[in-house]
């Protein structure tokens, strides 16, 4: 399968942990978005990677959320302090270089006890 | 603040009918407007899509309708199978400037085709 990748696909957590998620795009796509959806609503944008520099955090991205994509590869977000609030499904996309059209992985459910 | 702002919530459609949904949007610097399909606990994938220079764009039984003027565009599912049922998503975004790449996305449409 070439297509996004995000791991875990689930994660449980309990109030006040750490949590990682990993997102592996696409082959040779250079940008890379993560993504927010809450029940019942669209993916709300977080912040977006264009191969290792992130361009743009979304005011969604509070100090408690960080971003990384170190080699212009795989990206990882990771949350801290986790809220009941932080429940949703996190999704990541990515596209070509030049290109418009944005690809997403089947996300990561994260559950907040 | 609802960047693009989608309805119905939700429609029913017989099999072999139309299904309409609608979207519209204020700012003007958004030139690309994707609409997404996605299923129970799977990701939106990426359907059709359409920038501003054309007024409809057809693939298959999908056709997006865009009016600029009015600032508003539309998907169209032509003979509506029951394996289109699920939450289609409109969105725009910009393809220049400092948000560029950043989509809007609006609140969802659950389409239900009965057999």
């Known amino acids: 399968d070439t297509g996004v990748s995000q791991n875990p696909r689930h994660k449980i957590t309990k109030r006040g942990q750490n949590v990682t998620f990993r997102c592996d795009p696409i082959?040779?796509?250079?940008?890379l978005y993560w993504y927010r959806q809450t029940l019942g609503q669209g993916p709300e944008f977080l912040t977006y990677f264009q191969n290792e520099a992130q361009l743009e955090k979304s005011r969604l991205l509070s100090d408690r959320f960080s971003a990384e994509r170190p080699k212009g590869s795989f990206s990882t977000l990771e949350i801290q302090r986790t809220e009941q609030g932080d429940s949703a499904m996190y999704l990541c996309?990515?596209?070509?270089?030049?290109?418009?059209?944005?690809?997403f992985g089947p996300g990561t459910r994260l559950t907040v006890l | 603040q609802q960047q693009v702002k989608q309805s119905p919530q939700s429609l029913i459609v017989q099999k072999g009918g139309i299904s309409i949904i609608n979207c519209a949007y204020e700012n003007t610097a958004f030139d690309y407007f994707p609409w997404y399909q996605q299923f129970p606990g799977k990701g939106p994938a990426l359907l059709i899509a359409i920038r501003p220079d054309v007024s409809e764009k057809k693939e298959g039984r999908f056709t997006i309708s865009f009016n600029k003027s009015a600032k508003q565009f539309s998907l169209h599912i032509m003979d509506s199978q029951p394996g289109d049922s699920a939450t289609y998503f409109c969105a725009a975004g910009p393809l220049r400037g400092s948000t560029l790449g950043r989509l809007y996305f609006g609140r969802g449409t659950q389409l239900t085709v009965w057999p």
């Open positions: 996309a990515s596209s070509l270089p030049n290109r418009y059209e944005q690809f």
């Open positions: 082959s040779e796509h250079n940008r």
